[in-house]
């Protein structure tokens, strides 16, 4: 909404101001400002900017006042700060499960590697056992890469 003139829109301007900032404005000067107002209708917030006018002897003459409904763009900010919000408590309780994962798969796989060295240590091994103690080393390898990892 865009008001020109002169004792309304000072009115107006001045009204605005007080319920801003809980002072008068000060008269002939230039300002902006952002404000929140509990109507009947609900809350809403506006973004408001005032500027002198004067006659061509440079006598004050009224003002401009432009008062912009920003509520649309400050409730969407506030949905998507506590989405993000949400979002970020999320990442962090998942972080903590696959640390969790990780450290409780990382143990077993760890003592699998091991009894599989006993194994080829233990004494001679014939084809099909040194095969099979090739891939179990092997997938315990990836499968601790893969934990590794989380």
């Not at 917030?45 to 912009?68: F, I, Q, S």
């Not at 763009?73 to 990442?91: H, I, W, Y």
């Not at 060295?117 to 233990?122: E, G, Q, S, V, Y």
Request: aromatic share 6%.
């Amino acid at each position: 909404m865009i008001v020109a003139g002169s004792s309304a829109t000072s009115a107006l301007a001045g009204e605005v101001y007080r319920t801003a900032w809980g002072y008068p404005l000060p008269a002939g000067c230039e300002w902006r400002v952002s404000f929140r107002l509990d109507v009947e209708a609900g809350r809403r917030y506006y973004d408001c900017r005032t500027h002198p006018l004067t006659d061509p002897r440079g006598r004050p003459a009224g003002e401009v006042v432009v008062l912009h409904d920003v509520t649309a763009g400050v409730v969407a900010e506030a949905d998507l700060r506590g989405k993000t919000e949400a979002l970020e408590a999320k990442n962090r309780e998942l972080d903590r499960f696959a640390s969790t994962v990780a450290h409780d798969l990382k143990n077993p796989l760890m003592a699998v590697l091991g009894y599989n060295d006993l194994l080829t240590k233990a004494g001679t091994l014939n084809e099909m056992q040194t095969e099979f103690s090739h891939r179990i080393q092997h997938s315990a390898m990836q499968m601790r890469d893969l934990v590794l990892n989380l």
